[in-house]
């Protein structure tokens, strides 16, 4: 029974069960034991919540030990003042408090060598004999267990009113499930992790230590990965009471992670370590998807036999649980699981698959392949039925070289796809469906390896099967992974085909209101990329209104409605999503530090520079966590931080992100994407600040040309850059070119939506400039809000061109009083 | 606050008054934390801390600062530990709508991450059976909390609910089963 049962009965139930309760409290045992017989057959779901609650009853110390607990913690018993001596070390700063102690970092006082140590002082009363003695043993026990994936006992003693308190390892570093799923780490990486703990314990078993309290919080993993057990054998100090009689009085530490038999009492085992190992096990690994489902089934075998009620019947060492998982990551048959032929099959097939690499060919037609590795297995005769489950298993293996699917990197990985394109078309010639799919498989995994080129042609390879033979799965398939590949090479207009196609086909097939959701904000997006924001808004609004995913559907909206100058909308949209995202079970970091950029740059748009900066760094921490410090992909992050440079004046810092960015964009986007155009815009805004004409000149000539190539009309975001080329122009004493520049900005700003605040902010902005260069602009408005990153942007760019003024060869040009703008 | 505006509060507390409720709760809240730090420091080896020691503690200091008569020293514990136990509820209330996220503000923290939720779910777990009970039978969480929260005697939570010391024993011994079961049924 678990505790969300207890909290969900209704009052009616709930009121039946307490009478009941108060009657079998009142009985003897036999009369108890009686009338529990007749419920069984009465009302027998009540038994079982009836059985836990006359099972509580006995546990009055252990409620006094939690009660104590929770108002510990309540008072926030940090009693010890920071600076306070302790032995040779001096207490930093509290870092925790619990049932058993109060943690504090603290460093040596006598400066003797600079060493950190979490130093546990233990609660009055807990050790009830000689604290001196009992020290001295722990630190004699521990002194052997010298493992670096265990935090080392250094020091302990007593202090002067009788306190024990021991200085262990400090380790920086979190709990192994939070590391799990804020990184959003896959399974094998968790089951690695996981190993590392196993093989700890069973070392320390070998040196008779139990650890008695395994749990997340005392498996620590640092930022450089590696694993750190906390608290090895602390617990035989929470049991004093029991002291040489090890089989009764023992107090469960933590009863939600502890053995039956712990529960009832009994002294920490090695038994009980694995048990706990195996709840670890549990926890880390059932929110993640299975690779597939056998991989699942091997995993339940082992988690069965860790958890095994009977201690005698449990996997007979932590050695014999790493082993287990280390063969299901190496595909060798594990012992846990009752090996039945279809089971050692797969296995076969993925331990042999290095050597069968060069047979790939083979493998996709199975034939060949089949009749010479299974001869002994008689049964597999249902060929079509192992065609496709080879079919299912390529699938799975060329994920392997899929750098989203897993970290498991095939070294060899692009000859393998290079080698299933290769032999498709002969050996699957009749197989169109297999070949599709093979191929839209192939095409995915391009596309993750940003190889847009191969992945598009992989895709249009599907799409014209898919159409030929009729196969709407694969044609659904092709035309996303199409619509993918040409958004990310810039293809927008044939990317807009594609998806708009994709919509009908999933209108037309009846696909769930979620796959067509996918495709509606995959549009929206896409549309906002080229500017067209009214189309986009309308995509985005259907797939909002239908609350299936608003954590995507809040953000694409939000973006757009951002770009469309409605600021308080769009923050409405991304707090939407917000609350979406961090209520799901387990909140994606990509998703939260996705929507985290986007509410920084809206940030920047309301000049709320610090806020910015904050969404900023959150969503730097957020990425560094799931894609780790060696991350050699895109780094999205340095774009905002640029504009955040931007707009706060330090064009320096700006220039030489932007020069860093643009870069990237262009090798994972090419050329005439979008992104680049932007940041190529905003280079050369820092050009501008910081005098640069040429470069200004050159990078908004680029941009522009880029801008004017996606969008038939003029794209909203084509203004900035048209603002930015009327202040060259004004530099370069070309009046007239300045002001159809900005004359043409003002014009595409006045387009923008009337009654949004932020859109009128920047029509103030372009009217602003438009006078500067000599033009007229009745519109200006006086008090606008003139804080944002594009006022901020065109401030900065004036005074740059200020100091060119300046300069005795500067263009005469006083940029002290600019015509009309007073 | 003197000694007649801490009377005129407990008076305002027992005519259901919200804002000396909340007024009460927080000098609670703050003593509980003060006398804590206090007590640990004074504790003997060899004593173990006890909720109610603990409790007792708080509401004394409290009650120095008003002139309370003694024969209603019970009556002010009641009071004081139903003030606890809001504070625990609320607590968990706050929380649990945020239980499975990070919080901003501290994700970046990464000792804030570590030290925080293990410490914190024995308050969290508390709270929820807590809750449980006051959502379902309000004579249950008012003898549970007179009884583990102020340490009052069987007589003086039977005079309060004005109810038999045997029913006050029934109640008690079925509060004590639904709290420890919810508690070990948290996962």
Known sequence: MNGRRLHQLSPEAWRRLDDELDQLLEMDERERADRLKALARSRPADVPILLVLLQAKDSEETLEQRLLAALSHLAGQAAQEPGRRIGPWRLVRPIGCGGMAEVHLAERADGAFKRRVALKLLWPGLVDRDAEGFVRQERQILADLDDPRIAALLDGGVTDCGRPWLAMEYVDGLPIDQVCRLRDLDLAARLRRFIEVARAVAEAHRRLIVHGDIKPANVLVTDAGKVKLLDFGIGRLLNSHAQTDDTAGWNALTPDWSSPEQKQGQAPSPASDIYQLGLLLKSLTEDVLPASHHRRREIDAILAQALDPDPRRRTISADHLADDLTNLLAHRPVTSLRADLAYRTRCLIRRRWPALLLSIIALISGVAFLDHEFEQIQQLDERNAANEAVLVYLEEMLNLSNPQQTSERLHDSVDLLADAAAGLDQRLRDQPMARSRVLNTLGRIHQARNENLLAARRHSEALELAREHAIEDELDGALEGLAVAGIWGGDYARSEDYLRELIELRIKQGMPPPALNRARLQLADLLHSRGKYAAALDQAHAAHASAIDTGLSGRVLGMILRDLGHFDAAGQAFAASRTYETRRDSPAASRLSELSDHRAVLLLHRGEFAGARQAMDHSAVLRLGYLGPDWGGLVWTRHWYALHALATGDAERAASLLDTQSAEYASFFGESSHVLAFARSDRAYAALALGDLDTASKLFAQAGHVLETIQDGDHPRLAEILLGEALVALADERRNDARAAAERALGIRDRLPSDAAGAETWRANACRIVRFTGGRCANAQGGLDQRGLDSARLRFALEGLCRIAEQPSGPDWDCMSPPNDR | MNDADFSQLLARVEAADDEAWSTLMGLVY????????????????????????????????????????????????????CAMRQIIIDHYRKRSASKRSPDPETAADHEAR??????????????????????????????????????????????????????????????????????????
């Not at chain 2, 007590?39 to 409790?55: E, F, H, Y």
């Not at chain 2, 009884?147 to 309060?160: H, K, N, P, T, V």
Request: one cysteine or more; glycine letters at 4%; aromatic letters at 6%.
């Open chain 2, 30 to 81: 703050g003593d509980l934390k003060r006398i804590a730090h206090g007590q640990m420091a004074r504790i003997v080896p060899g004593q173990t801390l006890s909720t109610t020691v603990l409790v007792h503690e708080t509401f004394e200091k409290l009650a120095a600062q008003g002139d309370l008569p003694v024969q209603e020293r019970s009556a002010f514990y009641a009071l004081c530990a």
């Open chain 2, 114 to 187: 570590r030290v925080t939720p293990d410490m914190d779910s024995a308050l969290i777990d508390l709270g929820r059976a807590l809750d449980l009970l006051a959502r379902r039978d309000e004579r249950l969480l008012r003898a549970f909390e007179m009884r583990y929260f102020a340490g009052l005697s069987d007589e003086d939570i039977a005079r309060r609910l004005d109810i038999s010391v045997r029913s006050v024993q029934r109640l008690i011994a079925r509060a004590r089963s639904w709290i420890s079961a919810a508690l070990d049924t948290e996962n």
